[in-house]
């Protein structure tokens, strides 16, 4: 039951350069959350946004979630060489429901 | 340090040799999965518990088994391993739907 689908698949960009990456999904949620990973590694939480929550930022990190385009984007600012790994959404229908992730950006920033 | 560990880390078997993967968690968290990772499919659920003695299937279940006698260990149990269960698997526990994924265990089946 794959729900989110993240958008491009990969991306190759420039240090410096902010990378955008675009997640769709298709059924009501509860929370949509962004992880990262680097190769064979397990995943890493970097943020959480509730379904009532337009816009949130951490450090370099910009998210936003449209519910009524049910799609939320990732912005890098200012990428370096070791934000190079994959990204994934992940949403939940309601509380205490399993995850579902997509099947992840591949970002490489190039220095 | 608050950690998900897996072991073993690394398997090579062949097929029918039962083989069980563990997992444990020190955040005394009450919800654990088990995710595979397959490239091209993405991170798929294959099973979740919600506490001691509660466990239910996830998206991909079939040929695997779990246990959750105490909350801290969640081990996963392939009684017959096949080739197509050859991926690298994820174990993780939760807290108010954050998931803390462990290193990772890469599974190869001959």
């Known amino acids: 039951s794959q729900q989110g689908e993240e958008d491009p698949q990969a991306l190759s960009i420039q240090e410096g350069e902010n990378a955008t990456m675009n997640c769709s999904y298709k059924?009501?949620?509860?929370?949509l959350q962004w992880y990262r990973q680097n190769s064979g590694r397990g995943l890493v939480h970097l943020i959480l946004?509730?379904?009532?929550?337009r816009e949130k930022h951490s450090g370099r990190l910009r998210v936003t979630l449209d519910t009524s385009k049910k799609s939320s984007s990732l912005l890098i600012t200012a990428s370096r060489a070791a934000d190079t790994a994959s990204y994934f959404c992940?949403?939940?229908?309601?509380?205490?429901?399993?995850?579902?992730f997509g099947k992840g950006t591949r970002l490489s920033v190039i220095a | 340090e608050a950690q998900v560990t897996q072991n073993p880390r690394y398997l090579i078997t062949v097929t029918g040799k039962k083989l069980t993967v563990t997992c444990s968690q020190n955040?005394?968290?009450?919800?654990m999965s088990w995710y595979r990772q397959d490239p091209g499919l993405g991170l798929r659920q294959i099973y979740y518990?919600?506490?001691?003695?509660?466990?239910d299937k996830g998206d991909v279940p079939e040929g695997y088994k779990v246990s959750r006698k105490e909350k801290r260990n969640f081990p996963l149990i392939l009684e017959s391993p096949s080739p197509n269960q050859t991926s690298l698997y994820f174990c993780?526990?939760?807290?108010?739907?954050?998931?803390?994924f462990g290193p990772g265990t890469r599974l190869t089946v001959l």
């Open positions: 993780a526990s939760s807290r108010q739907g954050v998931e803390f």
């Open positions: 059924t009501s949620i509860n929370n």
């Open positions: 946004i509730r379904s009532n929550e």
């Open positions: 992940a949403t939940d229908a309601q509380r205490n429901t399993p995850l579902v």
């Open positions: 955040m005394n968290h009450e919800y």
């Open positions: 518990s919600m506490n001691v003695e509660v466990t």
